[in-house]
């Protein structure tokens, strides 16, 4: 399986990942290389086997839905690249 | 003093032999001595000495916990207030942790000295420590070497004496390749065992943090401060921890081995085949009964992880937008131009790789194909696992292809680099414990051996480490210039 650099284009879009236009090319190959390595999967038939997402096996633990944090907004936002008002700017989204 | 093991160290604190704050200055002098080996990003001086007073009153109070006052170094992955936690990573170069992970409280808790973060691959994707923002880090063996990764500065850390111990974590070998390749001892518990609350998640349903330290002694002392169950980590298992250093000094009679065939095929490197055969040696003489067993999918682990941690990743570091921390791009003209630009100047070029990676795997029309069928294969790999460890106590084999190999060799080809993660990767698709230990030298190189044990029988496999480190000194042995 190879993937274009029209492919790698529409992936780094997908997952709004700017990538210099000289390394699509490299990229391109590198996956490629990659999906190779991936091709041998299919030389196991797992049709009978349920997925495994979770080593344990384990169901999301649920917990009462109680405050257990205290309040650290000012904290967070002075981490934050731009901010206004006790809120992250953007640039405008709606006109 | 460095060259004391933990325990001598601490009887040292308590004994008034010695204080924190000196066996501070001490490792911060050895820092500054050997900054070329790049295996901090930060050091916290400040907070290093601050800590040591504190802990130096608390050994006078008589209140000291075993790991009270002694230096410690962590990962560059552990989030810690008010410190620079990188990640290794142009993308938090400016971030400050508003909170600690629920290891460092650990720590903080027990009164250990914090010396700073340790240089790790970007976001913990690497096999060498070359993909950091930061630099590659050096094998203290050899400086033209990679030391491995991504927890490359923690095993150099605790390899060259620049702290006492480390942490790391391991997603596909990350603590036992760098621990194999630097000559030192590093522990990969059981998924669920260490709070993953605040460790910066690479793929969540295989990392897990643990110990590197010199010796199995030492990482039995390490785990029990950063093992329990945190109702912060939901996928933290609730389980009591039992006490690791109780039952390191059991006989291992009757102990039964198994080496899968799959390990120790024609394709393992000669050297190593002939290294790993005198450590089974040594078991054999401290009475463990050899047997070989079979695990059949072990050869697909490899490309099973590089789909499932690649998945994982990109939909982790989808919260690296540029919006709330970390870097934000200059000017974006709009919403969309502010997520591409950030990520793509943010993110170096291997973490763009599994990202793209991932979200092929992830999109329409290719889930079923790679996602799913890793998973299957992971279901697989698991299974060989548990029917293994009904037959035999422990399965033991390498850690790494080959002992360190050169900077800049493997940079060029991904899957070159992915393929050296052949022995290690499987463990953590089963979320099984396991220890690689030093094993001996391969043209002054040394090189680990892996022991894998059950699930949470961590206690056990130290045991077994420790008994081979009672008969045998390479886990002794230091880099010429480090000693």
């Known amino acids: 399986m190879s993937l274009t650099t029209n492919d790698v284009n529409k992936i780094a879009h997908l997952a709004r990942l700017g990538i210099d236009s000289q390394d699509t090319e490299s990229y391109a190959k590198d996956l490629s290389g990659i999906l190779d390595l991936m091709t041998q999967m299919s030389e196991l038939n797992t049709d009978k086997v349920e997925p495994m997402a979770h080593p344990m096996d384990q169901a999301q633990r649920l917990r009462h839905d109680n405050i257990t944090e205290k309040n650290n907004r000012d904290k967070f936002m002075s981490i934050a690249p731009q901010t206004e008002d006790g809120l992250f700017l953007v640039p405008k989204v709606i006109e | 003093m460095y060259n004391k093991s933990l325990k001598e160290l601490s009887h040292g604190l308590k004994n008034g032999d010695f204080s924190s704050v000196e066996l501070t200055h001490e490792y911060l002098n050895r820092i500054k001595q050997h900054q070329d080996l790049n295996a901090y990003i930060t050091v916290t001086e400040e907070i290093a000495l601050q800590n040591a007073k504190d802990a130096d009153i608390r050994i006078a109070s008589k209140k000291a916990d075993p790991l009270t006052g002694i230096p410690v170094a962590q990962k560059d992955i552990f989030c810690t207030l008010d410190v620079k936690t990188s990640c290794g990573s142009m993308m938090l170069d400016n971030f400050y942790a508003p909170y600690n992970a629920t290891v460092i409280e650990k720590f903080n808790q027990t009164g250990a000295v914090m010396l700073g973060k340790l240089n790790m691959d970007e976001f913990a994707m690497g096999s060498s420590n070359e993909t950091s923002f930061y630099g590659a880090v050096k094998n203290p063996w050899n400086i033209n070497r990679v030391p491995g990764g991504s927890s490359g500065g923690s095993a150099v850390a605790v390899a060259a004496k620049l702290a006492a111990y480390s942490t790391g974590t391991d997603t596909g070998g990350s603590i036992r390749q760098p621990a194999a390749l630097c000559g030192i001892t590093g522990l990969k518990p059981t998924y669920g065992r260490v709070s993953r609350f605040g460790m910066i998640a690479y793929a969540s349903s295989l990392d897990q943090g643990g110990p590197m330290t010199h010796s199995a002694e030492d990482a039995a002392l390490v785990l029990q401060t950063m093992a329990g169950f945190d109702p912060k980590d939901s996928t933290s298992v609730d389980l009591p921890v039992p006490d690791y250093s109780a039952n390191l000094?059991?006989?291992?009679?009757?102990?039964?081995?198994?080496?899968?065939?799959?390990?120790?095929?024609?394709?393992?490197?000669?050297?190593?085949?002939?290294?790993?055969?005198?450590?089974?040696?040594?078991?054999?003489?401290?009475?463990?009964?050899?047997?070989?067993?079979?695990?059949?999918?072990?050869?697909?682990?490899?490309?099973?992880?590089?789909?499932?941690?690649?998945?994982?990743?990109?939909?982790?570091?989808?919260?690296?937008?540029?919006?709330?921390?970390?870097?934000?791009?200059?000017?974006?003209?709009?919403?969309?131009?502010?997520?591409?630009?950030?990520?793509?100047?943010?993110?170096?070029?291997?973490?763009?790789?599994?990202?793209?990676?991932?979200?092929?795997?992830?999109?329409?029309?290719?889930?079923?194909?790679?996602?799913?069928?890793?998973?299957?294969?992971?279901?697989?790999?698991?299974?060989?696992?548990?029917?293994?460890?009904?037959?035999?106590?422990?399965?033991?084999?390498?850690?790494?292809?080959?002992?360190?190999?050169?900077?800049?060799?493997?940079?060029?080809d991904p899957v070159e680099m992915y393929l050296s993660d052949i022995y290690t990767i499987a463990i953590n698709l089963a979320g099984l414990p396991a220890i690689s230990i030093p094993a001996g030298f391969i043209n002054e190189m040394p090189i680990g051996l892996q022991i894998i044990g059950n699930y949470f029988t961590e206690a056990k496999i130290l045991n077994i480490a420790h008994q081979y480190q009672q008969t045998t000194d390479w886990h002794k042995q230091t880099p010429k210039g480090f000693a």
Do not use: W
């Open chain 2, 249 to 412: 000094n059991h006989p291992l009679t009757g102990l039964k081995i198994g080496l899968p065939k799959e390990f120790f095929s024609d394709d393992l490197n000669i050297d190593m085949a002939k290294k790993l055969a005198e450590a089974i040696e040594e078991y054999r003489k401290l009475g463990a009964e050899i047997k070989e067993v079979s695990m059949p999918n072990l050869k697909l682990a490899i490309p099973a992880y590089y789909v499932i941690a690649p998945a994982e990743c990109s939909a982790n570091l989808s919260r690296f937008d540029g919006v709330r921390f970390g870097h934000r791009c200059n000017n974006p003209v709009d919403l969309t131009d502010l997520y591409t630009r950030s990520r793509g100047e943010g993110f170096g070029k291997e973490v763009k790789r599994r990202i793209l990676m991932g979200t092929y795997a992830l999109s329409t029309g290719y889930y079923d194909a790679y996602y799913v069928k890793a998973q299957k294969i992971r279901r697989l790999i698991s299974d060989d696992f548990k029917k293994t460890l009904t037959e035999v106590d422990v399965i033991m084999g390498p850690v790494t292809p080959t002992p360190a190999f050169g900077i800049g060799e493997k940079m060029s």
